[in-house]
């Protein structure tokens, strides 16, 4: 359960904060994706990059930005959440985007609390 | 558009008994691929099995095997010889060409001594 990791596992954060989530995998994979994970709700895809370049925005609101500095690491910014926002975060990475077989390898999660 | 349908949203089996997960998709890709992933409550999701459309075979894992029909677009997840670790959210997943993975909204599965 190493290959990817999240920090921090828990925050709580007040709307007008700023605070960043990070993502660090240690496959040598070249595909990272930002997922939110709410309660009786599908997983929702939030952003995926491939070799440090994003290639889709799920329509996510401007107060979520990722940046993928490198393949290695994600991070997502956190900026004037609102309570809804709540949810876990979850990181993702794959080999590629191109195959079909490619397994995706999450994280751990961050739980996020928006008070 | 492509959706993924769970549903059974709890499940419960007898350690050591048969469980079958349900779960159909909706798709008009021939090619595609099929995941279910479990997630224990420590939250790390992880694969458990994988099946491509344009195989016939069911795929197998040990005690985890898939009843894939593809006419149907059902793709069921059946966990025999139950262990108190089964106990999880476990997730159907739907990966079209191209990139985007779909998934379910989950069935949470209780493992009983």
């Known amino acids: 359960e190493t290959g990817v990791t999240q920090t921090p596992r828990h925050l709580v954060m007040g709307m007008t904060n700023k605070k960043s989530l990070k993502c660090e995998q240690h496959l040598g994979h070249n595909a990272m994706y930002w997922y939110k994970q709410s309660a009786k709700k599908p997983l929702e895809l939030m952003f995926v990059y491939n070799f440090k370049e994003q290639t889709e925005n799920n329509s996510v609101p401007s107060r979520f930005s990722p940046e993928c500095p490198n393949s290695s690491h994600l991070f997502l910014h956190l900026h004037t959440l609102q309570p809804e926002d709540s949810a876990l975060y979850l990181c993702a990475s794959s080999q590629t985007l191109a195959e079909l077989t490619d397994t995706q390898y999450f994280g751990p999660g961050t739980r996020l609390t928006v008070l | 558009a492509q959706t993924v349908t769970q549903s059974q949203p709890e499940m419960s089996v007898q350690e050591a008994e048969t469980v079958t997960l349900s779960c159909t998709y909706d798709t008009s890709e021939s090619d595609y691929y099929l995941f279910w992933y479990k997630q224990p409550p420590s939250r790390q999701m992880i694969l458990v099995i994988r099946?491509?459309?344009?195989?016939?075979q069911n795929a197998t894992e040990n005690r985890f095997s898939v009843n894939f029909q593809k006419a149907a677009k059902s793709f069921s997840l059946k966990i025999s010889d139950s262990q108190l670790g089964d106990a999880a959210m476990y997730f159907c997943a739907y990966r079209r060409p191209g990139n985007q993975f779909y998934f379910g909204t989950g069935t949470s599965l209780t493992v009983i001594p």
């Open positions: 099946q491509e459309a344009y195989k016939q």
